[in-house]
């Protein structure tokens, strides 16, 4: 196998995408959706080398995925193909530009049968770094598994670990969430999280007393690095005692599915560069941009050669 600077697991769909509600009909555009692979590609057009591990369906779509993620250079050799459950659909109509609407259908799907087999595949070669979301445990008791196993793997090897807690309502509630998502994130060594999910991850005490507290609560129980999205007003970044901020870049927003997975990217990329906090956060929202800037989960994510191009002048052309 291969050696890689990431790996990350999870379940990647078939992705319909329309710009007019689905209760109207009209035309579905084909695409591919997953933080995991959405982060995956991110950091593969920066220059890493990834490995996506996961379960995909003996069809159509399923082999559409692993082409797809191939042609973005991301390794999918452990991969399994699932003879028996299909490979899951995503359905998402952009009402306007900055608010989309998603619907699954995943439930017994091939990426929900995801299991501690495929974590081992996944991990049978040590990644520099393992990334996770609070998305997989949250399919199955079986998923579930899967990435507590793939977290101890890493933690074992030296690897290091990076959860991000993308809690989805649609798929749990709030308190099966924390259940699950405490442990694992107390287990890693970066945790990133939207303003509003932090709580799930420490206690009510420390929800109370602030984002600090809360992210001093984590650092305490061994994480060295809270990560914080804030959408259009930037990020953050708590290391070391200390409190880094990162504006949102001016861009014109099309498109928001996927910004939070190619920020991840962006900064994930930083870190296995040696950047410093700050830098790393800088080229979050610097690839989160680009991501809002184009319609798709991930097409819009940026080569290493294009992270500049935003500090051109407004209308520029490069010729």
Known sequence: M???????????MVSLRTGTPLRLGGALQMS????ESNVAIGLARLGHSVRWGGRVGDDEVGTYLLRTLRAESVLVDTVSIDLHRATGLMLAERRINDLSRVSYYRTGSAGSALSETDALACLAVTPRLLHVTGITPALSDSAAAAV???VRLARAAGALVSIDVNYRSKLWGIDAARARLTPLARSA???IASDDELALVVSDAATLAGEAAAAAELTA???????IKRGAHGASVYTDGQVDHASALPVTVVDTI?????FTAGYLSGV????????ALHRGTVTGAFAVAAIGDWEGAPTRAELKLLAAPDGVTLR
């Open 189 to 191: 060594d970066i945790v």
């Open 148 to 150: 507590t196993e793939a």
């Open 2 to 12: 291969t050696e890689t600077d990431v790996a990350t697991l999870g379940e990647t």
């Open 272 to 279: 296995l560069d040696g950047l410093r906090p700050v830098e």
């Open 221 to 227: 129980c061994g994480v060295r690095v809270v990560v």
């Open 32 to 35: 591919m959706a997953g933080s």
């Open 258 to 262: 996927g910004a939070g997975d190619a």
